[in-house]
C-alpha cells in the first residue's frame, strides 16, 4: 500500500509530510468442531518512509482464541493478544485517538463456565492486561489485572424471554509514567483496586436483539506517588490517597 500524509507524527506544530510505503503479510487459521472453536488471526507490517527513514519500522499482531467443552456442563477457554505499532493515527478510525509514541500492547484472559442447573450457571473470568508507550523523553506503562464472576438465571417460567444476572468484579490498575528533562527523571506511579457488585437481566426483543440492565455498587481504593532522581539523589514524595463508594449502571442492546 502507498499512502500519503502531510502530518506523519500528528503533531500540532512544525509538521512532517513523507510517503508510506507499507507492505503485508497475514495468516488466518480456524478449527470448529462439536467440542473445540478455536482461531489464530496475524500480520505483519513493514513501513517505508521515503524522507524519514528513521521511522521504517515493522509492525504486527497476532489474536487468539480457544474455547473447548470438556463436558456437558463445563466449558474452558482462553484469549490472547499481542500487537505492536509505530504510527501514530493507528487508532484514529476506531477511537478517534492519537498514540504519542510507539506501543506495545498484549491482554491475556482465561474462563471456566459451569452450568448448574438447566437454569443456572456460573463463570469465572481472570485477564490480564499491559499496554506500554514509548517516546522520546516520556514512557508510560499501564497493567490491569480483573477477576469477573458471573452468574446467569433463566428466568424464563416467571417472565418470558428473560435472564436474570448477577456480578462480582475486581480489578487492579498500576500506572507507571516517566518524564525525562535533562538531569532530572520523574517517575509518577498510579494503583487502583475496584471492587463491583451489580444485578440485573437481560430480555430478548427479537431473534436478533437483547436488552439488558444492570445496577449495583462500587468502591475504590487509589494511591498516587511521585519519585523525584537527579544523578544518583532520589526522593520520594507521596501525592495522594482516595478511597470512595459509588454506583454501577450497565445498560445496552445486543
Do not use: C
Not at 138 to 148: A, F
Request: charged letters at 25%; hydrophobic letters at 30%.
Amino acid at each position: 500500500r502507498q499512502e500519503y500524509s502531510d502530518n506523519i507524527l500528528m503533531a500540532v506544530e512544525n509538521e512532517e509530510d513523507d510517503f508510506i510505503t507499507t507492505a503485508t503479510a497475514g495468516l488466518v487459521y480456524r478449527k470448529d468442531s462439536e467440542r473445540t472453536d478455536a482461531h489464530l488471526d496475524g500480520n505483519i507490517r513493514h513501513l517505508l518512509y521515503i524522507d524519514n527513514d528513521q521511522l521504517d519500522s515493522t509492525d504486527g499482531e497476532i489474536d487468539a482464541g480457544w474455547e473447548h467443552r470438556a463436558t456437558e456442563r463445563l466449558t474452558l477457554g482462553a484469549n490472547g493478544s499481542f500487537r505492536e505499532d509505530s504510527r501514530r493515527d493507528q487508532d484514529a478510525t476506531t477511537t478517534g485517538l492519537f498514540v504519542s509514541g510507539d506501543r506495545e500492547q498484549y491482554d491475556l484472559e482465561t474462563s471456566i463456565g459451569y452450568m448448574m442447573t438447566e437454569v443456572t450457571s456460573g463463570n469465572v473470568t481472570l485477564s490480564y492486561d499491559n499496554d506500554q508507550i514509548d517516546e522520546t523523553d516520556n514512557e508510560e506503562e499501564r497493567d490491569s489485572y480483573g477477576i469477573n464472576l458471573a452468574i446467569t438465571r433463566n428466568m424464563s417460567r416467571t417472565f418470558a424471554n428473560t435472564t436474570g444476572l448477577l456480578n462480582f468484579t475486581y480489578n487492579r490498575y498500576l500506572t507507571d509514567l516517566t518524564d525525562v528533562n535533562g538531569s532530572i527523571t520523574t517517575l509518577r506511579e498510579f494503583d487502583s483496586d475496584v471492587y463491583q457488585a451489580y444485578t440485573g437481566f437481560s430480555r430478548q426483543v427479537s431473534e436478533l436483539y437483547s436488552v439488558y440492565l444492570q445496577a449495583g455498587i462500587s468502591y475504590t481504593d487509589s494511591e498516587e506517588s511521585r519519585t523525584i532522581s537527579i544523578g544518583s539523589a532520589r526522593a520520594d514524595i507521596p501525592v495522594d490517597d482516595t478511597s470512595r463508594w459509588g454506583g454501577v449502571l450497565l445498560g445496552g442492546v445486543n
